[in-house]
């Protein structure tokens, strides 16, 4: 006999009640190979990469994610979302059969995805806000998630015979320069280093709207926010720590993922889209 889902129960609904929240208008999912990326390392680490026997990075981490949304012309309701990635690249490097020395430097990547946003003419105000200017039409909320991408490959290769894009650094954010203590090194290199690096990322556009929905009750929280009252003094580290359940997900990530569904016409970040 084949297994039921049992129905919801909805005999402990209490009223209904009409909630503010963000409804997602299309999203995609993308797996992205970057070959090649160069990595923009401060002066103190060039200089060491300079006159290094050999290099391998050992991690990337993503730093800041910038994002523009723009209305796709002449097809209402679509918008392209230019998306700025900006990862900190740390990297080992031997000189003259030394110990490694660490380096470290920023690499960027850029890409473009083209996704329904629906239609909006309202304009929002808030009491949070003071005479700002707002423009003719409601644009939607633009959501990137990203995990930190996997290092594939690296490389030192001289700048000279560098094939990788030399396409001009975009303006960086004041918040991308706090993480690097020296002025990076944009140009005048004699070796550059290149990193392969492969990211997950899910891209969506939100928009504001409202909704009835049933409620069952109060959220009332029932923990409480400090365990280290207890008179006589507080619990030891272990104690708590004894109380903490085994992360089981994080060693098996794919133990409690939903069903996959059928792959649609979405290839990577780019829908296939009709104007009817």
């Known amino acids: ?10 005999s402990g609904i209490r009223e209904a009640v009409c909630i ?4 997602v208008t299309d999203a995609c999912r993308d797996k992205d190979c970057v070959e090649d990326l160069r990595v923009y390392l401060t002066r103190d680490c060039q200089g060491i ?3 290094c026997a050999n290099a391998r990075a050992r991690c990337v981490e993503l730093i800041h994610t910038d994002i523009q949304v723009e209305s796709v012309p ?14 900190r690249v740390v990297a080992d490097v031997t000189v003259n059969n030394n110990r490694p020395v660490t380096v470290y430097g920023l690499a960027v990547f850029s890409k473009r995805a083209l996704l329904f946003g629906g239609e909006g003419s309202a304009k929002v105000f808030t009491d949070t806000d003071c005479c700002k200017r707002r423009s003719g039409c409601s644009m939607p909320h633009a959501v990137v998630e990203v995990v930190d991408p996997m290092v ?11 094939c990788s894009c030399c396409c001009e650094l975009p303006e960086l954010p004041e ?20 990193v392969t690096i492969g990211q997950f990322s899910i891209v969506r556009l ?4 409202q909704l009835l929905i049933p409620a069952f009750d109060y959220c009332i929280p029932t923990k409480v926010c400090s365990e280290t009252g207890n008179v006589g003094g507080a619990e030891s580290p272990c104690d708590i720590f004894s109380r903490i359940e085994f992360p089981v997900d994080a060693f098996y990530p794919g133990r409690n993922e939903p069903c996959i569904q059928p792959e649609d016409s979405c290839t990577g970040c780019y829908r296939t889209t009709s104007n009817n």
């Not at 594939?152 to 560098?162: A, K």
């Not at 939100?206 to 709207?209: I, Q």
């Open 1 to 10: 006999m084949p297994d039921q889902t049992p129905a919801c129960d909805l």
């Open 20 to 23: 503010h929240t963000k409804k």
């Open 49 to 51: 990469l300079d006159r």
């Open 74 to 87: 002449y097809n209402n309701g679509f918008y392209t979302l230019d998306i700025t990635f900006y990862y």
């Open 152 to 162: 594939l490959s690296s490389n030192v290769v001289e700048s000279c015979n560098c």
């Open 175 to 194: 918040c991308v320069l706090q993480w690097f203590d020296d002025e990076l090194v944009l140009s005048g290199e004699c070796r550059r280093l290149l």
């Open 206 to 209: 939100e928009r504001d709207t």
